[in-house]
């Protein structure tokens, strides 16, 4: 494994995390309706999970997939279904008062940890990056060093978002158009929840 390997490897790993989807919604919806500690606390538990994705996928998880689909099946199906939870919640939650305190560190490190959990897909796009990326028998610290590599990447990206969305300027801003926010990204939830299921 060599320098340009992991460069390789966090270049295509930035590009996933800001790509639209679950992960980013529920980061930048946290951040805003409840603050910078509650947006930082579901990045890091987004980011612990995406990497253990990438140690999973190191060890094999994707062709354990691959060869029991069923497994694979049920796992896209909880996925949808807490997605689908997620998603009613801001709808239902769209008119309500902002309160500051409404999610705290935990529970949001929780939450961000199931969202990612809940999609297997993370360890196909892993496994599918890893093979591309890095040569063949690797020995342990090398596997150890991308995980570690992997978290440290997820936890300063989710750091500097959880910051500039929680500025007063965004928040204020979000307070704003609250309920334009909240239910667009109900329905962006939702549609990859579907997504998630009836996808390849």
Not at 34 to 52: K, V
Not at 178 to 192: C, E, M, N, Y
Request: aromatic share 10%; charged share 10%; glycine share 8%.
């Amino acid at each position: 494994m060599s320098i340009e390997d992991l460069v390789a490897f966090n270049f295509a790993l930035v590009v996933a995390i800001v790509s639209p989807g679950p992960a980013l919604l529920v980061a930048i919806q946290t951040t805003l309706s409840s603050g910078r500690t509650a947006g930082m606390a579901t990045g890091y538990g987004l980011g612990l999970m995406a990497a253990t994705w990438t140690m999973l996928a190191l060890f094999g998880l994707e062709a354990i997939f691959r060869v029991v689909p069923w497994a694979y099946t049920t796992t896209k199906a909880i996925g949808m279904i807490y997605l689908f939870y997620i998603a009613w919640g801001m709808w239902a939650g769209a008119r309500e008062k902002v309160v500051p305190t409404r999610m705290t560190a935990r529970n949001s490190f929780v939450r961000g940890v199931l969202v990612n959990a809940l999609n297997p897909k993370s360890v196909l796009f892993a496994g599918a990056v890893l093979v591309v990326i890095f040569p063949e028998n690797m020995t342990i610290s090398e596997n150890a060093t991308i995980v570690l590599n992997h978290l440290v990447v997820e936890f300063i990206f989710y750091s500097i978002l959880a910051i500039c969305m929680g500025s007063q300027i965004a928040g204020d801003a979000y307070l704003g158009a609250k309920v334009f926010i909240d239910r667009t990204a109900s329905l962006i939830l939702g549609a990859l929840g579907l997504r998630l299921l009836v996808g390849e």
